[in-house]
């Protein structure tokens, strides 16, 4: 199985809503990326799990929250965002070693805030 | 950040005819990654080529690297309506941080293939 799940496709919310996103991987990767991406332009790195533990966090705004509860799933709590934020948010996976390896993209959240 | 420049930024040709996109990088790398983006869907990876190689092949395309001039080149062959999409390279930045790899994606090239 080499696909990467996300959930839901659609999310519109209002700026006082808490919502997730949810991520899930079967292929035993044990990196997890969140990137968020705007119309016409490349994908951002977000966030970035190893082995379950937060190793980077690029200076992403409080109001979005990840969570790595085991090693398939990933979340990523929203709350409070602002219409700025909306965007396509896009999970990856890939494997964990001495070396760079492809990642493994889900199909996106495509997020509205109102 | 974003090292990656890729142009052009949207290439529009007929099926058949053959596609080339470029990416220029500022670091050094350790390795380079084209990826396909069909409209507001996930990417999907298409090759890897290392600093070490200077051209990959993989069905119709072809990746070169030339890391002397920090670029590389997608050469689609034969395009098809289903090519349609963006393609975006990603670098490493020469970074390997213990176990994941953070890519840093160019601009991305809007392709068309008209029928």
């Known amino acids: 199985d080499t696909e990467v799940t996300q959930t839901p496709k659609h999310l519109v919310m209002g700026m006082t809503n808490k919502k997730s996103l949810k991520c899930e991987q079967h292929m035993g990767h044990r990196a997890m990326y969140w990137y968020k991406q705007k119309a016409k332009k490349p994908p951002e790195l977000m966030f970035v799990y190893s082995y379950e533990k937060l190793s980077i966090n690029e200076s992403v705004p409080s109001r979005f929250s990840p969570e790595c509860p085991n090693s398939s799933l990933l979340n990523l709590h929203l709350h409070a965002l602002q219409p700025e934020d909306s965007a396509l948010y896009l999970c990856?996976?890939?494997?964990?070693?001495?070396?760079?390896?492809?990642?493994?993209f889900g199909p996106g959240t495509r997020l509205t805030v109102t | 950040s974003q090292q990656g420049e890729e142009d052009p930024q949207a290439l529009s040709i007929q099926e058949g005819e053959n596609a080339t996109m470029n990416c220029s990088y500022k670091?050094?790398?350790?390795?380079l990654q084209w990826y396909r983006q069909n409209s507001g869907r996930g990417l999907v990876h298409l090759i890897l080529i290392r600093s070490n190689e200077r051209e990959k092949h993989s069905g119709r395309l072809r990746v070169t690297l030339d890391t002397s001039k920090k670029s590389s080149s997608l050469l689609i062959t034969a395009s098809r309506a289903a090519d349609t999409a963006s393609y975006f390279c990603?670098?490493?930045?020469?970074?390997?941080?213990?176990?994941?790899?953070?890519?840093?994606f160019g601009a991305g090239t809007r392709l068309a293939v008209h029928p």
């Open positions: 990603a670098t490493d930045g020469g970074m390997f941080s213990g176990g994941y790899n953070k890519l840093i």
């Open positions: 990856a996976s890939s494997q964990v070693d001495r070396g760079t390896y492809e990642q493994y």
């Open positions: 670091t050094s790398i350790n390795n």
